[in-house]
Structures are given as structure tokens and as C-alpha cells.
């Protein structure tokens, strides 16, 4: 292993791999701003405490999974492990989340948890995350999904379904913990797999979403959030769930959903695929009514999601790679310098090839220039230097012809 290998769980992501980041982002950036999204750039790098306050002390994220360090001056930063706890800081600092106005934001980029790498689970991995806040309607939950269900069809991954759960409210779940906690005190602790012996004390809804076999046999006959919950919990998912089947949305209901990030309540979703090995989930998100004011905003509530660009890559189809239109091949070092001006010049055209670097002979160069995908090979050399002239081969077919230098851009703009 080299000296300066790449860290385990991070990747480098060349082309034509990257060609589908890029294909994933446009496609956010126009369905998003369809349904008036902002784009909002956050750091990657916060305080620590700030992660601890929102997604939760007891959570995997934040007990063994961020990457934090101390500065020199002493304070606990950490890489972001998730978007949604920066744009509730940036909102805040920004002035946006406030009483009476309803902001929009999209934000997309690295992520980072200290988990073990896997098919679909990086340490490094590339979230697009949406957040709505300062609304409380459930047609604000429902956008969401519909949106998110959008952006997923324009990127054109096929076979995912959509799981929904709700959580209650402040008002109602409290009781409800409180009902599952007694209920999994009464059962035998030896049947629970070792994380959720110590959940059902410290977080015990996070044991309902437990992947272990032993944990799910025993909840079979736990109490069901669905239900427990208050009249007005129940309403506003019933609107939800009416405003996906109206709009002709599949769905299924998910009592188990509850999501590993603490700051949930009431709606819950995600997307998941059967297709991508243990990592079903390409996207996930939910309501967070209290998290604003958890962090010192104003008590306005909020609703989002973020996807998985690593595992919507898996999805996608294989993009081809843009073939340039030129490449310039030098035959003699005389011809070098004409070269590079008659690329430049072709590139304020607004063409796209490349001139070569150095001088080589024409059957080399024809190589290199269908080598690089390029439509047409651009000779020049002694010949086509004293006649003030350029040769173009055209790839596909092998016809040539000779042109002034100066009228190459029309002629290869007319072409492609
Ligand atoms: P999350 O479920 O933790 O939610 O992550 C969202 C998505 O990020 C997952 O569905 C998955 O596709 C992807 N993901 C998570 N961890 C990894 C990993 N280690 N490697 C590759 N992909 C991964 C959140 O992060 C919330 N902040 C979503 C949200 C926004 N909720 C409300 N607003």
C-alpha cells in the first residue's frame, strides 16, 4: 500500500462515474426550482455541540459515528454528518427562520460518518437535501414527497417504494414511550440483540426500527404508534396520506419507521430499493417541528428529506461521456504554436476539443484523436503550414478537406 493511499470509505470519483453526480445536481437544481427552493451552501465543518443538541445524544450518528476534532484553541468541531442541522443554523444566523414566512432551501455536497464502508455506505458520501420551514401544514409534507418523488423520476432510477410512518407530536409521544418502554421492560431482555438492551432504556423507539431478527420477532405484539397518537397527529397524516393518493402516489405504511436522526415527529418516509444490497434507502427525511427552537430560533416547525447520491448512482443508467468536437494535431514542433492559437480560437468559439502538446506523426496522432473521442482530427503540418491551410479529418467516415485556419470554427460550428 502506498504511502498516500486513499482513506477506507472515501472515493474518488472519476468520469464516467462523476457525469452522474453532475446529471443528479442539474436535476435538482431545475425540479427544486420548480417548487421555489433556494440553494443554500452550508460549511462542511461546525461545532460539535451543534450535531449533539439536534440529531441526538443517544443516536449512532453522534455517539460513534461523526469525525470531530479539537481546534487549537480548544473547541470541539465536527464534519457535518447530515445537512439538515447546518441549514437550521444557517437559517437561524441568517435570519430566515422566522414566525410568518415559510423559506425554502436545497443544499447539496459531502457528508461524513465514521461507519463501516460497505456496497452503498461510505464515510465520505454525497447527500441533496431539502428542508421547508415555518409551516405546519401537512400540504407542506406532502410538496415534500411529491417533489422528492419528481426528482427521482428525472433522474430516471427505476423500482424504489415509498415507506411512510408517523411519530406524534411533543403532546402525544411522550405517553407512548413511556407505554413501549414498560411494554419492553416485561419482556426477555436476552431476546433483544446488545444495542437494544441498553435503547430500550436510553431511546427505546429506536428499537422499534432494530434490523435484528430476535428484535423483530419480539415486537410483534409491541403497542403501535399509529395507534397512540393524538386526534391532530392522526388527521394531519390522514391529510398526507389523502394528497399522495389523490396524486396517484403508491405507498405503504411503515409502523416500524422511525428514523435514526432524534429530531423527527409526526411524518416520516423513505425511499428504499430492493436493488442496491443492504442499504435499501436512497432518500429519507420527516417532519421536525421543535428542532428550530431546539437550536435558539424561533419555535416554527419544519419538514425535509435528503438523498444518497452514492446509492441513486448505483440506480442510474451508465452515462456515455461527451465526445469533444476537435482535436489538433501538430505534425512538426513548427506547427506546435499555430496549434494552441487555433485552439484557443476554437474555444472562444465555443467548441470543445483539445490541441496536443507535442509533435507526433500522423498515424500516432489519428490514434490519440480517436483516442479522445474527438469528431474531428485538425492536421497541421509542414504542408498545411507554407499554404496557410488546415487539414480536417472527419472521424466518423474518414472524409477530408482543407481550410483557412481562420474559418475552421463556423465550419466545425455547422457540423456538430
Ligand atoms: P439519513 O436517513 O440519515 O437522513 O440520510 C439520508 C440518506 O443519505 C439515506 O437515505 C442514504 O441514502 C444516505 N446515506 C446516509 N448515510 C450514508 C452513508 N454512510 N453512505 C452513503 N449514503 C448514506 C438525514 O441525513 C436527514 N438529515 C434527512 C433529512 C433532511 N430529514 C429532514 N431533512
Known amino acids: 500500500m502506498s504511502e498516500y493511499s486513499r482513506i477506507k470509505g472515501v472515493a474518488d470519483i472519476f468520469e464516467p462515474e462523476s457525469i452522474k453526480y453532475t446529471q443528479m445536481e442539474a436535476a435538482a437544481r431545475h425540479i427544486f426550482g420548480l417548487y421555489a427552493f433556494e440553494e443554500l451552501r452550508t460549511p462542511l465543518l461546525e461545532f460539535t455541540n451543534l450535531f449533539r443538541r439536534s440529531i441526538g445524544t443517544e443516536t449512532d450518528v453522534v455517539q460513534k459515528e461523526m469525525f470531530t476534532f479539537t481546534d487549537s484553541r480548544g473547541r470541539e468541531m465536527s464534519l457535518r454528518p447530515e445537512a439538515t442541522a447546518g441549514v437550521m443554523r444557517a437559517a437561524i444566523d441568517g435570519g430566515l427562520a422566522r414566525e410568518g414566512i415559510v423559506s ?10 465514521h461507519e463501516r464502508p460497505q456496497k452503498g455506505r461510505m464515510r465520505q458520501f454525497h447527500q441533496i437535501n431539502c428542508e421547508c420551514l415555518g409551516t405546519q401544514s401537512p400540504l407542506a409534507d406532502a410538496s415534500m414527497i411529491l417533489m422528492l418523488l419528481a426528482f427521482l423520476e428525472n433522474i430516471g432510477v427505476p423500482g424504489l417504494s415509498l415507506r411512510l410512518n408517523t411519530l406524534g407530536c411533543r403532546e402525544c409521544r411522550p405517553a407512548y414511550i413511556e407505554k413501549l418502554r414498560a411494554w419492553l421492560a416485561g419482556r426477555d431482555e436476552a431476546l433483544l440483540c446488545e444495542n437494544c438492551r441498553q435503547r430500550k ?10 434490523k ?57 418516509f423513505e425511499v428504499v430499493s430492493e436493488s442496491i444490497g443492504a442499504q435499501t434507502a436512497v432518500a429519507g427525511g420527516g417532519r421536525y417541528d421543535g428542532l428550530v427552537a431546539q437550536l435558539g430560533g424561533a419555535d416554527i416547525p419544519g419538514v425535509g428529506f435528503a438523498c444518497g447520491m452514492e446509492r441513486l448512482a448505483l440506480l442510474m443508467r451508465e452515462p456515455s461521456r461527451p465526445g469533444h468536437v476537435f482535436y489538433i494535431a501538430p505534425l512538426c514542433p513548427e506547427a506546435l504554436e499555430p496549434a494552441f492559437m487555433l485552439a484557443e480560437s476554437l474555444h472562444r468559439a465555443g467548441l470543445s476539443g483539445e490541441a496536443a502538446f507535442s509533435a507526433a506523426s500522423l498515424k500516432s496522432q ?42 475552421a470554427a463556423e465550419w466545425l460550428a455547422a457540423r456538430v
Open 366 to 407: 489519428l490514434r490519440k484523436a480517436s483516442a479522445r473521442g474527438a469528431r474531428f482530427a485538425l492536421l497541421l503540418g509542414p504542408d498545411e503550414l507554407s499554404a496557410n491551410q488546415v487539414a480536417v479529418k472527419d472521424m466518423r467516415d474518414g472524409a477530408q478537406c482543407v481550410l483557412p485556419p481562420g474559418e
Open 201 to 210: 432504556n436510553t431511546n427505546p423507539l429506536r428499537v422499534l426500527d432494530c
Open 104 to 113: 425554502r432551501f436545497y443544499t447539496m455536497g459531502p457528508m461524513f460518518r
Open 212 to 268: 435484528d431478527d430476535g428484535c423483530r420477532k419480539l415486537l410483534t405484539g409491541a403497542p403501535k404508534l399509529a395507534d397512540n397518537i393524538c386526534p391532530a397527529c392522526r388527521e394531519h397524516f390522514s391529510t398526507v396520506l389523502n394528497l399522495l393518493e389523490k396524486s396517484g402516489v403508491c405507498y405503504s405504511l411503515d409502523d416500524n419507521l422511525v428514523r435514526g436522526l432524534d429530531y423527527y415527529c409526526r411524518t416520516t
